[in-house]
């Protein structure tokens, strides 16, 4: 007997993440592209989330095997580290996105990818706003099932979906759990879902960036003897808050 024929979530998340690439194989692509291009011009990819969607945007973020032109835009505040309910409160107030955003070095020709599962809160909808202003490429990780089902908790009423240059839907169910035990919704999907989106993102942007020429930037563990990160720590130290 296989794992995956025992467990029910191994079964279901198998599935999950083949209908997250089923029918979204153009935008997938498109979004491939936007970070190859990052690569290729030496440009930065910005990443942001908030509660367990900052996840996410860490997950591109300084890992062995992962590209280095990854700017993790992390702030204590809106991180669960600090407080759960507290940081759930706060990702709903306008007006913050501009206060992170304006600590970070960002160029109009950089893209943004922005992870929210609700799509509804002000910081992350505001956050894409922000960088649509500025004259940035905006890629959404989002639910649209979730999104479409509630109403915004912004003034504009607008969600993340509403404003980002390309969406793409992590098929996530309202509420996230993707099993029924008890009575009870559980088995979250949307941080697995979120991950295999970014990582898909950017190994297939390398296999584009590498066949056009481009050198690759990316890491190498800091667990493996013989290799150094420091020529790409010097490179990105500059553009990269957290390096």
């Not at 089923?22 to 936007?34: F, I, K, N, R």
Request: glycine fraction near 8%; charged fraction near 20%.
């Amino acid at each position: 007997m296989y794992l995956s024929d025992m467990f029910e979530y191994a079964q279901k998340i198998q599935s999950h993440l083949q209908e997250v690439v089923q029918g979204q194989e153009s935008v997938l692509l498109a979004a491939s592209d936007w970070l190859a291009d990052t690569i290729i011009h030496d440009r930065m990819i910005h990443t942001f989330g908030t509660g367990h969607s900052h996840m996410m945007a860490l997950e591109l973020f300084v890992r062995a095997g992962g590209l280095a032109n990854v700017n993790a835009m992390l702030d204590s505040m809106v991180m669960t580290s600090e407080g759960s309910r507290r940081s759930a409160e706060i990702e709903r107030i306008p007006g913050l996105a501009k206060i992170i955003w304006d600590q970070h070095k960002i160029d109009k020709e950089d893209v943004m990818i922005v992870i929210s599962n609700s799509g509804r809160n002000a910081l992350p909808l505001e956050m894409a706003m922000v960088a649509r202003e500025f004259g940035m490429k905006v890629i959404a990780i989002t639910s649209l099932t979730q999104s479409s089902k509630y109403p915004s908790r912004h003034s504009s009423g607008k969600k993340l979906m509403d404003v980002a240059d390309l969406v793409i839907d992590n098929k996530v169910p309202s509420g996230d759990g993707i099993l029924s035990i008890g009575g009870c919704q559980t088995g979250a999907s949307s941080t697995i879902s979120g991950v295999f989106i970014v990582n898909l993102l950017a190994t297939e942007a390398m296999k584009i960036a590498a066949e056009k020429g481009a050198r690759l930037p990316v890491y190498f563990s800091q667990n493996i003897d013989g290799f150094s990160n420091e020529e790409l720590y010097d490179k990105y130290s500059g553009r990269v808050k957290h390096l």
